[in-house]
C-alpha cells in the first residue's frame, strides 16, 4: 500500500540547499548599525528593565516569524506536488471506420438470426455490435450510405454511441441506390483528418449487398486514393446465393446477390492491402469479423498515468498571509508605540 510521503514528489528538491541562506548572510556580513537615541531621558537608570525583557522577546518572535516564512518560501520554490492514483488511458491501435450499406437492397430478408428470418441490416447490425464491442482501445467511426454517404459517428473511443447509432439506423435512410466510391473517399477524408500519430493504423470496414449505381466518385478510384494515404480497407460482400419467394405461379427459387460486384470489390481491398470476404449468412459474417479481428488485433498494452496536483501555492500563500500580517502589526506597533519627552 502506498504510503502518504510516497505520493509527494518535489520538483526542484535542490531548493532545500537555500535553507542556511540567512544564517550565512548574517554570520559573514557585517551588522546594520543601530540607530542611536535622539532623546535623553534623565533618571532611565533608575526604571526597572522591563521593556528591555519585552524587547527581547518581541525579538525572538520576530526572528521566529521570519525562518518560518523563509523554510515556507523554500517548500513553495521546491514545487511540492500530490501525486494520484494511476489512471489507466484508452490505447489505440488503430482508426477504425465502419461503411454499412443502407441501400433498398439491404431490407432484402435472406438472413436468419435464431431461425428466425431477418433482413440483411438487422443481422449487419447484431453481428457489428459485438464486433464493436470488442474493439476496445480503437477509435471507431460509422458512415452510412446509400445513394449517398454521410458519417453518422465521427472517430471516438465511445463505443456505446457508435453500436447505438448502428442500431438506429434505418434501410433508405441516405437514399435507395448505393454510392460505394463516394463512402470511401468520405471515410478516406475523415480518417486523414482523425489527429493520429505517424505509426497510426487506418482500417476502413465496407459492407455492401449491390454495385456503385450512385456518387461522384468511382470506386477504384477512391480506392487508389485510399491506397496512397496508407489506408487498409476490407471490404464485405452480403447477401445469399438464393432464396425461394411466392409468386402467383408459385414458389421459385432468385438470386438475390446478382447486383453484388464482387469484382470491383476484391479489386478495392487488393489495392489497399486488404481482403474481400463473402458473406451468405449470419454464422459466415460472424467469422468474417472475427477474422478481421485476428488480421487487426486490438492493441493488448495499456498505458497509464498518474495525475499530478501542485501544492506550491499553499505554502506561498501562508509565506504572504504570515510576511503581511507582520508588516501591519510593526505598522501598528510603530504608531501606537510613539512618546513624546518634555524637558
Do not use: C
Request: hydrophobic share 45%; glycine share 8%; charged share 20%.
Amino acid at each position: 500500500m502506498e504510503t502518504m510521503f510516497e505520493s509527494l514528489t518535489w520538483q526542484w528538491l535542490w531548493a532545500f540547499a537555500l535553507l542556511p541562506l540567512p544564517l550565512l548572510v548574517r554570520l559573514f556580513l557585517p551588522p546594520v548599525r543601530r540607530q542611536q537615541a535622539v532623546a535623553y531621558v534623565p533618571f532611565a537608570s533608575e526604571w526597572p528593565d522591563a521593556s528591555i525583557a519585552q524587547t527581547d522577546k518581541s525579538e525572538r518572535a520576530r526572528l521566529w516569524l521570519t525562518a518560518l516564512v523563509w523554510l515556507l518560501v523554500i517548500v513553495a520554490t521546491a514545487r511540492p506536488e500530490w501525486v494520484g492514483d494511476a489512471v489507466e488511458l484508452p490505447v489505440s491501435g488503430r482508426d477504425l471506420m465502419l461503411a454499412v450499406d443502407i441501400s433498398g437492397s439491404m431490407q432484402i430478408q435472406d438472413f436468419e438470426i435464431s431461425g428466425k428470418a431477418v433482413d440483411r441490416l438487422t443481422a449487419t447490425k447484431a453481428v457489428a455490435d459485438a464486433f464493436i464491442e470488442r474493439r476496445e482501445g480503437d477509435r471507431i467511426g460509422l458512415i452510412l450510405f446509400g445513394s449517398k454517404a454521410y458519417v453518422q459517428t465521427p472517430l471516438t473511443f465511445d463505443r456505446k454511441t457508435v453500436r447505438r447509432l448502428l442500431d438506429e439506423a434505418v434501410v433508405g435512410l441516405a437514399g435507395k441506390a448505393t454510392a460505394i466510391g463516394d463512402a470511401i473517399g468520405l471515410a478516406t477524408k475523415r480518417l486523414q483528418e482523425g489527429e493520429t500519430g505517424a505509426s497510426q493504423e487506418q482500417v476502413l470496414i465496407l459492407l455492401t449487398d449491390g454495385v456503385n449505381t450512385a456518387g461522384a466518385v468511382a470506386p477504384l478510384q477512391a480506392a487508389e486514393l485510399a491506397a496512397k494515404r496508407g489506408l487498409t480497407i476490407y471490404t464485405i460482400g452480403i447477401g445469399a446465393d438464393a432464396m425461394m419467394i411466392e409468386s402467383f405461379f408459385g414458389s421459385r427459387q432468385v438470386n438475390p446477390s446478382a447486383e453484388l460486384d464482387e469484382k470491383a470489390l476484391t479489386e478495392i481491398a487488393q489495392k489497399t492491402g486488404g481482403r474481400y470476404f463473402r458473406a451468405h449468412n449470419t454464422s459466415e459474417l460472424q467469422q468474417i469479423y472475427q477474422l478481421i479481428d485476428q488480421l487487426e488485433p486490438v492493441e493488448k498494452d495499456k498505458q497509464v498515468y498518474r495525475p499530478r496536483h501542485a501544492l506550491f501555492m499553499w505554502p506561498l500563500g501562508l509565506a504572504l498571509l504570515l510576511a503581511a500580517g507582520f508588516l501591519v502589526v510593526r505598522a501598528f506597533g510603530s504608531k501606537t508605540g510613539r512618546t513624546s519627552w518634555k524637558s
